[in-house]
């Protein structure tokens, strides 16, 4: 299952940074302060708001700072884009992983990515080159560009809508009435039907 | 020999076809005699009914039941007949029979005798025989067991006996097992593809068919139960065995599979995401749901219809998984040679989906629900959830498997969908399902209290934070798991989630048993342990149910430590030295060997750790003279903590120096250690349940003056 955890952080990185600056996060947070609420110091409710947005604030920028330590080591960028690439040989394996003694494909592969990382090259840019040369099917994953896109957002749409629709369902079933007694018997509820059960709990209790 | 084993086979499709057949006019027979004496039954009243009627309606239902009886003993006898033929086609490979094309391609005069009986299942035409003879397995056991309830087991014959016709047709008409070489016939065979020769490749493809296979069982009842409109949920309690049985066949199949990816192809990991390990993980998504969500249906009569879906999906999964391995249609590593008997599975596919569609609809008035959710914070919200997050894993699954063909059909080009693809989207719904695992047993069934919830998850919370800082704040020099920043890298970040979880779910599970074992005790005095026991013995499918959670994180724990793989190559020559991680290996030197079925090149190599000598390990690569294929076969050293794995990688080709590559890979025991857990809680869950004792009422005291003395004995 996570025979390759997580090796996609050299793409996220970059993304996190640009996509979520603390600017950004500001601006939001204000807006979320309800109207109907005086801003003063003294409201402690206020107080509690501003300290959050402040620790969220502050997380953020760790994370961030963090997330951009060691992005440029030629070393950690030739691993984690070469886990990105699959060998080409037919051995259906990743370009890093490939481990056929006199593959073809592999050794050629890691010399040019060797050759590129070294040149700087940006990780787009060592990805279209190799794209060109070799293909669409050398990148491990779908990219996050036109219908390629549709691999991800896909199955997250699923467990929205998924989910969307557990809480519709469980909404009906709460409300749906409770089935009709024979002989008006009443069914029963509340109070009542509370008490029946803890007097099985305490009956049935091991 | 060859006439004997397509003698069998026609034979077995004819008595299937029998079956199948009779059973439905049986069937049919018993419908209509049973309607007509149901409504005169109401009709009471009615003053004279001609005894001509009353004895064709005998005459009738005699007749039916003869033929019905028939029908189950086709069945039966179909299961001998698919044996003979399993059973001339081992024997053919035994004898070196290579008039045979199927003995010729997949077998060789010395390849070892276990190998040679794992030629059954090694290629097309012999894994579709081994599969008949297993469904016809199943069936043997269905039709002895009628008895328990004959009507319903007469509808799940006829579901079975339609299965093994599809299958007996493929075998007879399609990928004849039997064909015979045409022309000279060669000296020797081809010899079983090397990747394939290693002693666990003789268990794991009967594991995972036995998987496969039986889910066609629970699918057989639940049709069954869904035309007949069967009454309540016996069928459930009548299926819930074999549906357990065949999960654990299945879980074993799938990691045994994993385990021989690691053990045999040398690239250091167990599961590569393959489409053809997607195959095989898709049906054990959807059964796992369908055993969580049917106890819905068994305790309070709902879900019905999802469970009705579910099954047939787990058995529409596990026969799409087949056409994916046969058909060609997605290129696989493990995929077996193009065929047009992708053809006759897309057919089959499609025809189930229709007959099971047909009913649901006709009937599914019949599945109406019992009763009514009452709470969002509730044991049935949470096997809602739990049920929606195994569905969409197997859709994300399915998705990925088929989306290079979906990207050729809509931009006209294939993409790759590897491991990158499914750790993004897969392990984040995988960590939420893991949260579930842990909320989920310790929600009351209808309605849980927000009190109750504070009380039984503030302790497993406390300590499932406190392990994870404790992992982030301790040095990285302690081994694998410690260390770790999860701000460094999204993968640790995932490790951490995934091992404060497990630690959440495996507090959760042990508070049950404590809370439940402490209440025993209190009761009749007994230690905490021996309560325990007994608390388990009284409801075993509950807690073998927490054991095999306990499984489940333990193997998670082992996943986790994929975040700390580390891997070297280096040209070795004698006495050069390469360090990975702790270890430093000195390679003593190289030797070669011979046998009748392969020559192999070893690899000497002393590991040391902190300055000691602790192994010497052996990769071996093997060169299989039959088939002229290559092969390695690492060595791998086993700890708790981590796995050393060396494979000998061959010569470079430039200076013919030795090249090993070792890997480094983290808590990769955990991983085997925890289906072991996970087989031993589904062996437990299948144990039935010790007899509640009975309490009788205490006698009222006897006043001191009244209280006569009581004499005892020894």
């Known amino acids: 299952m996570c025979g390759e955890l997580g090796r996609e952080c050299g793409d996220s990185r970059p993304r996190l940074s640009a996509g979520r600056s ?56 030739f691993n984690e884009i070469g886990h990105q690439m699959m060998c080409i040989c037919g051995c259906n394996q990743i370009l890093l992983e490939c481990n056929h003694v006199g593959c073809p494909a592999s050794d050629g592969m890691r010399n040019e990515l060797m050759a590129a990382v070294s040149r700087g090259d940006s990780d787009s840019l060592v990805e279209q080159s190799f794209v060109q040369k070799y293909g669409p099917t050398v990148l491990a994953a779908p990219t996050t560009k036109g219908f390629d896109r549709a691999a991800y957002v896909i199955p997250f749409a699923a467990l929205i809508f998924g989910f969307g629709l557990i809480v519709l369902v469980i909404r009906a079933w709460k409300n749906r009435p409770a089935p009709a007694l024979a002989d008006g018997l009443r069914p029963v509820r509340g109070a009542e039907l509370e008490q029946f059960r803890d007097q099985a709990r305490k009956e049935t209790d091991l | 020999m060859a006439e004997i084993g397509s003698f069998a086979l026609l034979l077995a499709l004819a008595l299937s076809v029998y079956s199948f057949l009779a059973g439905i006019v049986a069937l049919v027979f018993q419908h209509r005699d049973s309607q007509p004496s149901a409504q005169l039954a109401g009709q009471a009243a009615r003053p004279a009914i001609s005894s001509a009627d009353t004895s064709l309606g005998a005459l009738l239902r005699q007749g039916s039941e003869r033929i019905g009886e028939t029908a189950r003993r086709a069945g039966v006898v179909t299961f001998a007949a698919v044996l003979l033929a399993s059973i001339v086609l081992v024997i053919c490979a035994f004898r070196d029979d290579f008039s045979i094309a199927y003995i010729l391609h997949h077998s060789n005069r010395d390849l070892p005798g276990p190998y040679k009986f794992a030629v059954l299942w090694s290629g097309q035409e012999g894994s579709l025989l081994f599969w008949s003879l297993l469904l016809a397995a199943y069936g043997f056991v269905l039709r002895l067991r009628y008895k328990t309830d004959p009507r319903l087991f007469a ?74 409109k069967y009454p309540g949920e016996k069928w459930i309690n009548i299926t819930r065995r074999w549906t357990m049985v065949t999960w654990a066949f299945l879980t074993c199949g799938v990691f045994l599979g994993a385990h021989w990816a690691y053990s045999v192809l040398g690239w250091g990991g167990y599961w590569g995401w393959d489409p053809v390990e997607n195959a ?3 049906p054990w998504l959807t059964g796992t749901a369908f055993l969580h969500s049917v106890m819905m249906q068994e305790k309070r009569g709902m879900l019905k219809m999802w469970n009705m879906w579910l099954i047939f999906a787990t058995f529409w ?59 969002l914070v509730s044991r049935e919200s949470s096997f809602l959830f739990n049920n929606l997050l195994f569905v969409l894993l197997c859709f994300t699954v399915l998705w990925g498997t088929w989306f290079p063909k979906i990207s050729e059909l809509v931009q006209g080009n294939k993409v790759t969908v590897g491991a990158p693809f499914y750790n993004r989207v897969a392990i984040p719904v995988a960590l939420l399902l893991l949260i579930l695992t842990a909320v989920g047993p310790l929600l009351a069934w209808r309605k849980t209290s927000l009190e109750s919830l504070k009380r039984n998850f503030m302790w497993p919370t406390i300590g499932a934070i406190v392990v994870a800082v404790f992992l982030m704040i301790t040095p990285q020099s302690w081994g694998s798991p410690f260390g770790l920043k999860p701000w460094q ?19 959760t599970v042990a508070s049950e048993f404590y809370r439940g074992g402490r209440v025993i005790s209190k009761h009749t005095g007994q230690g905490m342990f021996a309560s325990m026991v007994q608390l388990t013995h009284r409801n075993t499918r509950r807690y073998g149910g927490y054991i095999v959670h306990f499984g489940v994180v333990v193997v998670i724990i082992g996943f986790a430590g994929a975040a700390f793989n580390q891997d070297k190559e280096m040209e070795m020559k004698n006495g050069d030295k390469m360090t990975i991680g702790s270890y430093t290996l000195v390679c003593r030197s190289y030797t070669d060997d011979d046998s009748p079925n392969y ?109 006569a003395p009581v004499v005892t004995g020894d």
């Open chain 2, 280 to 282: 095989s993980l898709m």
């Open chain 2, 489 to 507: 890298d999204i993968s640790y970040f995932y490790s951490l989630m995934a091992i404060a979880l497990s630690v959440l779910v495996t507090l």
């Open chain 2, 317 to 375: 999964l596990a026969i799409l998984g087949t056409f994916l391995t046969r058909s060609g249609i997605i290129s696989s590593v493990h995929a077996f040679a193009q065929s047009s008997i992708g053809d006759w599975f897309a057919w089959f596919l499609a025809i189930t989906l229709i007959v099971f569609t047909f009913f649901f609809v006709k009937n599914k008035s019949h599945l109406k629900s019992e009763h009514k959710l009452e709470s």
């Open chain 2, 599 to 707: 020559a192999s090149q070893w690899a000497l190599l002393d590991v040391y750790k902190g300055g000691k000598q602790i192994d010497t390990m052996t990769p071996v690569r093997r060169f299989y003279k039959a088939s002229q294929q290559t092969s390695t076969m690492p060595d791998i050293r086993s700890t708790l903590n981590e796995d050393l794995y060396l494979v000998f990688e061959g010569l470079n080709p430039d200076n013919g120096h030795p090249i090993i590559k070792a890997h480094l890979n983290a808590l990769v025991m955990w991983i085997w250690m925890g289906v072991w857990i996970m087989l031993g809680g589904t062996v437990l869950a299948l144990i039935p349940n010790a007899p509640a004792p009975i309490r009788v009422p205490a006698p009222a005291r006897l006043e001191p003056a009244h209280a």
């Open chain 1, 22 to 77: 603390p600017a950004g996060f500001d601006g939001r947070a204000c807006e979320s302060v309800p109207n109907d609420e005086p801003m003063t110091n003294s409201n402690p409710r206020t107080k509690r708001v501003k300290h959050l947005q402040k620790a969220a604030q502050t997380l953020l920028l760790c994370l961030s700072v963090f997330a951009l330590l060691g992005a440029g080591d030629p070393a950690t960028r």
């Open chain 2, 155 to 228: 509808y799940a014959s006829v579901v079975l006996a339609g299965v093994q016709i599809f299958f007996l047709l493929l075998l007879n008409f399609a990928a004849h097992p039997f064909a015979i070489v045409q022309g000279t016939i060669p000296a020797d065979g081809n010899g079983l593809n090397p990747l394939l020769q290693y002693p666990e490749m003789v268990i794991h493809p009967p594991m995972l068919y036995l998987g496969y296979v039986g889910f066609t069982v629970p699918f057989a009842f639940a049709l069954g139960a869904l035309i007949m």
